[in-house]
């Protein structure tokens, strides 16, 4: 078997174990990307593991990513994955002293000079200073300081793969786009390595909304005020969506909290209140669900909201833990969501306490923590509608900013 062949092996026990379809979707990868993490304590990108499951991926992953997968399977590293499926072939060698002496001696010499170059020699030195940490407003074009010792260096804006872009190594300056308003991490890479990371607050002046196409949508369509701001309430309706979505038809409305004000709260001791509905645009949607993403300096916390009866397509992610549907009862976690509900999440303690509708409140205790509150997002994938919102801080005290309105 040559090493692709171990590779596409070992996809497919992956994909059984954890009841994986063969074409994997975005919510797959992000969930692959939080159990290795759990389990290897090796931090795979969602972009790399993308690239390892496509078809037209040609290259062969780093060997600590490989040990990542193998590990996954139970395996104690890559090597022992592929000893454990070798098939043993039935010649025996024969050798005479000279050549196991020659054998042995080319061994020794190459085990020298792996050890002798290690990965810090191999990429040396690698610096990166963004111009400013905190911006406001999309789009946000931010200049990044750099040096390094390796050709062979990416620079990654965030979370998005196609944001990834090799850097001159004769070079010491670099621009890069933000178009989403987030709590980014700005990263250079080695292959999949990280090097460095630096952390790049897009920040908002109040709620921001936007329309974007499902997946990695490096064109988001920004909506204006009086698109998604009336009265009392946030809401996007089909006819703002209609000329997103052209790329995969699947158009997701997105609200975004991004003020420095919320950093005066704590991510693991605030509450957050707010009456949602949501709608489907087509029959084909019989399994709607948002998302509800809380992001802290430390760690994110994603909520799953789905239509009665949906809850096992989702994953409920807690700062590096996963809870899956297929494997964890989120049932407290469905309702009808054309209709109006109430959707609480309480954090304190590092204990989470999630409210939906008038189901009995689901409980989960973390042991990371969030960090100072930075970002609030919902995430829809029908019309959307936001009839009040609100934050409490430690001491059930309203959370009062400007940037809050119009609620």
Same mark, same amino acid.
């Given at each position: 078997?040559?090493?692709?062949?171990?590779?596409?092996? @070992?996809?497919?026990?992956?994909?059984?174990?954890?009841?994986?379809?063969?074409?994997?979707?975005?919510?797959?990868?992000?969930?692959?990307?939080?159990?290795?993490?759990?389990?290897?304590?090796?931090?795979?990108?969602?972009?790399?593991?993308?690239?390892?499951?496509?078809?037209?991926?040609?290259?062969?992953?780093? $060997?600590?990513?490989?040990?990542?997968?193998?590990?996954?399977?139970?395996?104690?590293? /890559?090597?022992?994955?592929?000893?454990?499926?070798? =098939?043993?072939?039935?010649?025996?060698?024969?050798?005479?002293?000279?050549?196991? =002496?020659?054998?042995? !001696?080319?061994? &020794?010499?190459?085990?020298?000079?792996?050890?002798?170059?290690?990965?810090?020699?191999?990429?040396?030195?690698?610096?990166?200073?963004?111009?400013?940490?905190?911006?406001?407003?999309?789009?946000?074009?931010?200049?990044?300081?750099?040096?390094?010792?390796?050709?062979?260096?990416?620079?990654? &804006?965030?979370?998005?793969?196609?944001?990834?872009?090799?850097?001159?190594?004769?070079?010491?300056?670099?621009?890069? $786009?933000?178009?989403?308003?987030?709590?980014? *991490?700005?990263?250079?890479?080695?292959?999949?390595?990280? %090097?460095?990371?630096?952390?790049?607050?897009?920040?908002?002046?109040? /709620?921001?909304?936007?329309?974007?196409?499902?997946?990695?949508?490096?064109?988001?369509?920004?909506?204006?005020?009086?698109?998604?701001?009336? !009265?009392?309430?946030?809401?996007?309706?089909?006819?703002?969506?209609? *000329?997103?979505?052209?790329?995969?038809?699947? =158009?997701?409305?997105?609200?975004?909290?991004?003020?420095?004000?919320?950093?005066? &709260?704590?991510?693991? #001791?605030?509450?957050?209140? #707010?009456?949602?509905?949501?709608?489907?645009?087509?029959?084909?949607?019989?399994?709607?669900?948002?998302?509800?993403?809380?992001? !802290?300096?430390?760690?994110?916390?994603?909520?799953?909201?789905?239509? $009665?009866? @949906?809850?096992?397509?989702?994953?409920?992610?807690?700062?590096?833990?996963?809870?899956?549907?297929?494997?964890?009862?989120?049932?407290?976690?469905? $309702?009808?969501?054309?209709?109006?509900?109430?959707?609480?999440?309480? %954090?304190?303690?590092?204990?989470?306490?999630?409210?939906?509708?008038?189901?009995?409140?689901?409980?989960?205790?973390?042991?990371?923590?969030? !960090?100072?509150?930075?970002?609030?997002?919902?995430?829809?994938?029908?019309?959307?509608?936001?009839?009040?919102?609100?934050? &409490?801080?430690?001491?059930?005290?309203?959370?009062?900013?400007?940037?809050?309105?119009?609620?």
């Amino acid at each position: 078997m040559t090493e692709k062949d171990y590779i596409s092996l @070992c996809k497919k026990q992956i994909q059984a174990k954890f009841n994986l379809n063969s074409d994997l979707i975005e919510r797959d990868f992000e969930y692959l990307h939080d159990v290795i993490l759990e389990e290897t304590q090796t931090d795979l990108s969602t972009s790399t593991l993308r690239r390892i499951w496509s078809d037209k991926n040609q290259s062969i992953p780093q $060997t600590k990513t490989l040990d990542a997968l193998a590990q996954l399977l139970e395996h104690p590293g /890559w090597h022992e994955f592929k000893r454990a499926h070798q =098939a043993v072939g039935k010649k025996s060698i024969h050798m005479n002293a000279r050549s196991l =002496a020659y054998i042995i !001696g080319l061994v &020794l010499l190459l085990s020298s000079i792996f050890l002798l170059t290690s990965t810090e020699e191999v990429v040396g030195e690698a610096i990166l200073i963004p111009e400013v940490l905190v911006y406001e407003g999309v789009p946000a074009t931010i200049g990044f300081h750099y040096s390094i010792k390796n050709p062979n260096i990416d620079i990654e &804006l965030s979370w998005n793969p196609y944001e990834r872009t090799r850097l001159d190594m004769d070079q010491n300056f670099y621009t890069g $786009t933000y178009l989403y308003p987030d709590y980014h *991490q700005a990263k250079l890479l080695h292959g999949e390595q990280v %090097l460095v990371a630096s952390p790049i607050h897009v920040t908002t002046s109040g /709620w921001h909304g936007l329309i974007m196409d499902a997946g990695y949508d490096t064109k988001p369509s920004y909506l204006d005020s009086i698109e998604f701001l009336s !009265g009392e309430k946030l809401f996007v309706k089909k006819e703002s969506m209609a *000329q997103a979505g052209e790329q995969s038809g699947i =158009a997701l409305p997105v609200f975004t909290l991004s003020h420095t004000d919320l950093s005066s &709260l704590s991510g693991d #001791a605030f509450t957050l209140k #707010a009456l949602v509905s949501s709608q489907a645009f087509s029959k084909e949607q019989t399994c709607l669900f948002y998302e509800v993403l809380i992001k !802290g300096e430390n760690g994110n916390i994603r909520v799953p909201v789905s239509q $009665t009866g @949906c809850y096992g397509l989702t994953d409920l992610k807690c700062v590096g833990e996963v809870f899956s549907g297929k494997q964890n009862d989120l049932s407290a976690l469905s $309702t009808e969501l054309s209709k109006e509900h109430q959707f609480n999440v309480q %954090l304190k303690g590092n204990e989470m306490r999630i409210n939906v509708a008038n189901n009995p409140a689901l409980t989960i205790s973390y042991a990371n923590r969030v !960090g100072p509150l930075k970002v609030i997002k919902f995430i829809f994938q029908g019309s959307s509608e936001i009839r009040s919102f609100e934050l &409490l801080d430690e001491n059930g005290s309203r959370f009062e900013s400007s940037a809050l309105y119009p609620f």
